[in-house]
């Protein structure tokens, strides 16, 4: 018997087509072959879902790890720490071939540099008295230091002591001899003052021959503030208090009514509107000899919150805008805070106009435009400014990744960077030209190591779409601009320093919440500029604010950049010798300072 295998399960036999025409068996092979076709699409249909429902689940579950990862970077940022901190002495053990690799790498280039450097001096001697030949040999600064012993001075030495107690044995004190003092030093604390200024202005009695006497009074000193209730010190430290320690002015007005000061915040916050504008003439200064001279511009944004105005509540309630502070660091010179309203390419491209030099800056999109010539000014046809990478945030991926997924390649590359860090490191004592020489002779063995394993590393990670990749993705992308450091010596990995200098807005922002207008922020800019800058260059913040405040309305106009931070110490020693009573009249904050637009003065 014949049997028709149609499919897996119907089978047709000359029993079942005895009795039927030729027309009826064609019928029935059509029907049986429909039957077939439509089982065939089904079952496709089902491989299709199946495998959509395999593409469904792969994409939740890498959703659900995504989630899960966020959720312990979250948790430890918030219960553990924020620092991007993890144990070295575990990524050593872990990969304790690859750190000897590294290390050796690291020593043959140094040895060569050493054989090198030694070959050079061969045949010099060392002259006759010269201890530095038979001293111990090593790099800057590994001399040995002694532990230190006993309590730490906490106050100048120099400084006399404000109190003095003596405590006297009462059951000895009138018998027995007295033989010595046995003296130490503990800090104490006195409640501020307020002072309370007289100012007298002089009256004379003019006498002209021909002529009745008349009364003339001594001229009121130029002033931020014409006809202010406070002095230039109550002044600057208000404003300190704000946007230096991050105290907002309502709980300001709480502590000065505890020494009987009525002053409400309406009036501190019109104070540092107005004296905030007053100084933006030194940050101006500032900025236009930073964009001309500097070597390298550190940059970094954070966001602020705005009240809105009046106009644009327009009797209801409304929430705040949005501003942003950008932070400028000019080498070792100047920091200057620049508030804009939008976070934009043609916002950025305005503030750095026409300078050239190397910008550091994140990786954010709105610089793109700099780095593309569109800041470049019309007059001065040269080369766009260089983008320097910032190795932190190329660290930080895999930093989370570490902490969150356990990855062994982000383990492996953080132990990498380790190692580049640490080099680098070495040389911060080093002139720029010695430190460039070290870094290309050691560091570029290093760091070339690092992106030849990331990139095959890379290959592998980047079908997964995940956290990793994306980290390996933005090492990648900016190969160029992190190798950028071995440029110039002067150059650094990171840009923390202008995070850092971020921290003064971050922190108080939780404290004040908001600013109140456009023009409030763009003061608080240069207040923040003014204080950073003092802290750049070790100057009390406050005092300088104090005489600033002071010195500024009778200082010649066109000479505002001597009134930086930077020059400050030299411009007030030249204010002080231009006439006797200007040291007095500088300590006191109210009166005349004389000669300052003699030549001599400031230049």
């Not at 080369?383 to 932190?392: D, L, N, Q, R, T």
């Not at 860090?421 to 063995?445: I, S």
């Amino acid at each position: 018997m014949t049997v028709y295998q149609l499919s897996a399960t119907d089978t047709l036999t000359v029993q079942d087509l005895s009795g039927l025409s030729i027309d009826d068996v064609g019928k029935r092979f059509a029907a049986l072959a429909t039957e077939v076709a439509r089982a065939n699409a089904d079952a496709a249909a089902e491989r299709a879902k199946r495998e959509n429902a395999e593409e469904r689940l792969d994409r939740l579950n890498a959703a659900y790890r995504a989630i899960r990862e966020e959720l312990e970077l979250l948790k430890r940022r918030i219960f553990v720490a924020k620092a991007e901190r993890i144990n070295p002495a575990q990524l050593l053990l872990e990969f304790a071939d690859l750190a000897a690799k590294l290390d050796a790498i690291a020593r043959e280039r140094a040895e060569e540099a050493a054989t090198a450097a030694s070959g050079e001096r061969e045949g010099e001697c060392a002259a006759p008295g010269d201890d530095s030949a038979s001293g111990p040999s090593g790099p800057k600064g590994t001399r040995d230091r002694s532990k230190p012993k006993g309590r730490r001075p906490v106050v100048d030495e120099n400084h006399p002591p404000d109190v003095r107690i003596r405590i006297e044995d009462p059951s000895l004190q009138g018998v027995a001899r007295e033989v010595g003092i046995e003296t130490s030093y503990r800090i104490g604390y006195q409640r501020p003052s307020i002072q309370r200024i007289a100012v007298d202005r002089v009256k004379y009695e003019v006498c002209v021959p021909g002529e009745n006497p008349t009364i003339a009074i001594a001229p009121v000193p130029r002033e931020c503030m014409r006809r202010g209730l406070l002095a230039p010190t109550m002044i600057a430290h208000i404003l300190m208090q704000k946007f230096g320690s991050a105290i907002p002015f309502h709980r300001q007005a709480k502590m000065l009514a505890t020494h009987g000061i009525d002053l409400d915040d309406g009036t501190m916050s019109r104070y540092a509107e107005h004296v905030g504008a007053t100084l933006g003439g030194i940050v101006r200064a500032m900025t236009t000899e930073a964009m001309t001279t500097a070597f390298c511009l550190a940059t970094d944004a954070t966001g602020v919150c705005i009240q809105p105005s009046p106009d644009e509540r327009k009797g209801a309630r409304r929430a705040c805008n949005r501003g942003h502070f950008f932070v400028v660091l000019a080498d070792r010179d100047h920091v200057f805070f620049e508030y804009t309203r939008h976070h934009r390419s043609e916002v950025v491209c305005e503030m750095f106009r026409g300078f050239t030099g190397y910008i550091q800056a994140d990786a954010n999109s709105v610089y793109d435009a700099v780095f593309r010539g569109e800041a470049l000014d019309d007059e001065r046809a040269k080369s766009p400014p260089k983008e320097v990478a910032c190795w932190s945030h190329a660290r930080r991926g895999f930093w989370e990744c570490a902490v969150t997924s356990k990855e062994p390649d982000a383990r492996e590359m953080l132990l990498r960077m380790k190692r580049v860090f640490d080099e680098d490191a070495k040389w911060a004592d080093l002139a720029p030209d010695e430190r460039k020489q070290a870094r290309t002779r050691v560091l570029r063995p290093l760091v070339d190591n690092l992106f030849a394993w990331a990139d095959e590393r890379r290959r592998v990670h980047d079908p997964t779409r995940s956290r990793l990749a994306r980290a390996f993705g933005y090492l990648g992308r900016h190969r160029d601009e992190l190798k950028r450091l071995f440029d110039d010596g002067r150059l650094v990995l990171t840009n923390n320093s202008s995070e850092s200098a971020l921290r003064t807005i971050a922190i108080g922002r939780n404290n004040w919440m908001f600013f109140g207008s456009d023009d409030h922020a763009d003061a608080a800019a240069n207040l923040f500029s003014l204080i950073a800058s003092c802290r750049l260059h070790g100057i009390d913040a406050e005092r300088y604010l104090a005489e600033v405040i002071h010195v500024l309305p009778q200082w010649p106009r066109g000479r505002q950049i001597e009134l930086a931070p930077r020059y400050w110490k030299g411009s007030r020693e030249r204010i002080v010798a231009a006439s006797e009573r200007n040291a007095t009249v500088l300590a006191e904050g109210v009166g005349h300072l004389d000669r300052l637009s003699a030549p001599n003065a400031a230049e």
